[in-house]
């Protein structure tokens, strides 16, 4: 994904001309960002430091409109349904394209059809926390644990298809062990309760657990990443850890109604490309746990996330994730 980085930067510096006149009168009004999320949690905050910064450049006004439920599945359905005309644009968050429509019945979109791939925008790890008083160190030592006492190893997670969901999966999978899923309305309840004992573990994201795990009260095992978080440089990496292979990333990022005029797409993805030559705004996201990325081309977004959906909806199935 680094390597996209690279990509991007020199598709921004090009400076693409297909289009240009239409895109150079585009914006002449202000933007609706549609967010799946509550106002407060990580996406909304990731959200948000995003449209100030998309306004400043794009010299309009970013206006975040909160749509939150089912998963990003009702703010998915309402961008969908928006007028192709550059004016609505939506923050997505992974889950809602690649988990959202394999774990639930039925869902009002289609994620291949119903919208134009803009860009990449981040990437995010999640952390293996465990109560500060379960008595593995280390992954190793939890595998080895919950292969002792089946069914035993309770771990929380934001509710049935979150990406804290399957990150669990993906380990009990690989491990060849068996977990107990205690699913809840999101992660401040779950992470309390491993804080108490209620459940022995969870992943998170690292910007809200880290400061349960500097303060004592939670033990971080790994991060999901192939690379160390710079937040917490001294936890290793589940790969590392001995679950060769392991990775479980989710991302954010810019998407909007499926017949959106090229040229605007365009122009929206070389602002994409940007951002990640901005220290303060990289900075403010890696304060939130988070690392700016970049696609080259709205076609590469969309060929991630195709990949994205086509590996989670594997574990899905092979793990009978599904919702009543």
Do not use: C
């Not at 239409?22 to 933007?31: E, G, K, L, Q």
């Not at 990580?42 to 430091?49: E, Y």
């Not at 004016?87 to 394999?102: D, G, I, K, N």
């Not at 657990?209 to 978080?229: C, D, F, M, P, Q």
Request: glycine content about 8%; overall charge neutral.
């Amino acid at each position: 994904m680094k390597t996209w980085i690279m990509a991007a930067t020199m598709l921004a510096a090009a400076g693409a001309t297909s289009g240009a006149q239409a895109a150079d009168a585009y914006p002449s009004r202000p933007i609706r960002l549609i967010v799946g999320y509550a106002p407060g949690g990580p996406v909304d905050t990731a959200a948000r430091i995003y449209a100030d910064y998309l306004g400043r450049t794009l010299h309009q006004a970013i206006v975040v409109d909160n749509r939150a439920g089912a998963s990003g599945a009702i703010a998915a359905d309402m961008t969908a349904k928006s007028p192709p005309d550059g004016y609505t644009l939506y923050f997505v968050a992974s889950p809602t394209m690649t988990m959202t429509p394999v774990v639930q019945k039925s869902v009002n979109f289609n994620p291949t059809k119903d919208f134009t791939y803009i860009g990449l925008i981040t990437d995010y790890t999640n952390v293996l926390v465990v109560n500060k008083d379960f008595p593995a160190k280390n992954v190793g030592e939890l595998v080895s644990y919950a292969r002792k006492h089946p069914d035993d190893v309770s771990f929380g997670s934001a509710g049935i298809g979150a990406s804290n969901h399957l990150s669990a999966e993906l380990l009990a999978q690989m491990s060849g062990v068996k977990m107990l899923h205690v699913p809840y309305k999101g992660n401040a309840q779950s992470i309390i309760d491993v804080i108490g004992g209620q459940v022995m573990m969870m992943f998170d994201q690292v910007s809200t657990s880290i400061n349960y795990i500097r303060a004592g009260k939670l033990r971080a095992l790994a991060v999901t990443s192939l690379t160390r978080s710079p937040l917490l440089p001294q936890v290793p990496t589940v790969d590392e850890s001995g679950a060769r292979g392991y990775e479980d990333i989710t991302f954010n990022g810019l998407m909007a109604p499926a017949g959106t005029p090229r040229d605007i797409l365009r122009r929206l993805n070389e602002e994409v490309a940007k951002a990640v030559r901005v220290p303060q705004l990289h900075q403010r996201f890696i304060e939130q746990g988070v690392e700016l990325a970049a696609s080259p081309s709205p076609e590469d977004f969309a060929a991630y996330v195709k990949a994205e959906f086509e590996k989670k909806a594997k574990l899905a199935r092979e793990a009978g994730i599904r919702m009543e």
